[in-house]
């Protein structure tokens, strides 16, 4: 199963077995034999839901009640971060503290 997340997202389930998949990136940039970059494994449960276990950007385990969330979910993860152009907030200081 593949899903284009955008237009620099090429995303494929990888099937490991018959309940495990292999979740990666492969985005356009990459070269055609390239296996991709790993996001995750995912692993469906007895119960039906499906346990993922994030590689990408920090190790995390999530479970799921189909694999388009899986995906859905994904795509979220490889989103850029939304960035402002404002400035920071100020944070509020208080003058130090006088001995006597």
Sequence with gaps: MTIDAAPVHHLELVPLGERAWRLCD?????HPDDDGVLIAY???LPGGAY???WVYRGPRVDTYASLE???VAA????????GTDSKPVP??????????
């Design 26 to 30: 492969h985005a356009p940039a990459t």
């Design 42 to 44: 995912v692993e469906q």
């Design 51 to 53: 346990e993922t276990v």
């Design 69 to 71: 969330e899986v995906l």
């Design 75 to 82: 795509t979220r993860r490889l989103a850029p971060m939304v």
């Design 91 to 100: 944070i509020p200081h208080r003058a130090p503290l006088s001995f006597r």
